[in-house]
């Protein structure tokens, strides 16, 4: 697995050196800049991690860098460190998707746990992107007759119902049943059904 970064953005030098070493003495790895365009610029593609950014800073604010977030392909949890009188901005950054927001001066440990928590967070969503992508590669290499079947078992239907829909023999669908159940490496009905929902194949999405 890589190493995750804590990046830490924050136009006071001094917040950045205690931040960096506060987070270093725990034995995180951190990247740290003065300014929100730095950070938007230098992020390298992928990497695991999260960010605490202050809230306001001269140029490119908090804010407005949250909003940058996803044109730059930064998807990665956001904490957000705000001065005392940057509440309502730190509650606008909430609104817009920052994990949270802690107010200065902070307490260390309140900081490291909000951190270890994001760092976390970012590793589970990993994990879950991962998932999606091994169950579309999956749906990929069926037939067009298996995604037939996986569509009306997914709905629930029992294989006399999709030999009926589908017009072929109960034999022929529990063949293609096997098979379909066989490379979606689906090991029970619930399984294959949140397989289904998180295609979009049933559930509010529409038949795909």
């Not at 924050?10 to 950045?16: E, Q, Y």
Request: glycine content about 8%.
């Amino acid at each position: 697995m890589a190493e995750q970064t804590v990046y830490v953005v924050d136009d006071d030098a001094d917040v950045r050196d205690s931040l960096q070493w506060l987070l270093e003495s725990v034995g995180l790895s951190v990247t740290s800049f003065a300014n929100a365009q730095d950070f938007l610029d230098s992020y390298p593609p992928g990497s695991s991690g999260c960010v605490v950014m202050d809230v306001r800073m001269p140029g490119l604010s908090g804010i407005s860098a949250q909003k940058k977030l996803p044109q730059y392909h930064i998807d990665i949890p956001l904490i957000m460190i705000s001065g005392h009188g940057n509440v309502d901005m730190a509650v606008t950054a909430m609104t817009q998707g920052a994990r949270t927001f802690i107010e200065k001066p902070f307490n260390d440990q309140v900081l490291l746990d909000h951190v270890q928590q994001a760092l976390e967070q970012d590793l589970a969503n990993r994990a879950g992107q991962h998932q999606i992508l091994a169950v579309q590669k999956n749906y990929a290499a069926l037939t067009k007759r298996e995604r037939q079947v996986f569509e009306q078992v997914a709905k629930g239907l029992a294989n006399q119902d999709i030999a009926d829909v589908l017009g072929i023999s109960r034999k022929t669908v529990e063949g293609h049943r096997a098979n379909m159940m066989n490379k979606m490496t689906a090991h029970s009905l619930p399984e294959l059904i949140q397989m289904a929902i998180s295609l979009g194949v049933v559930g509010g999405y529409g038949a795909g």
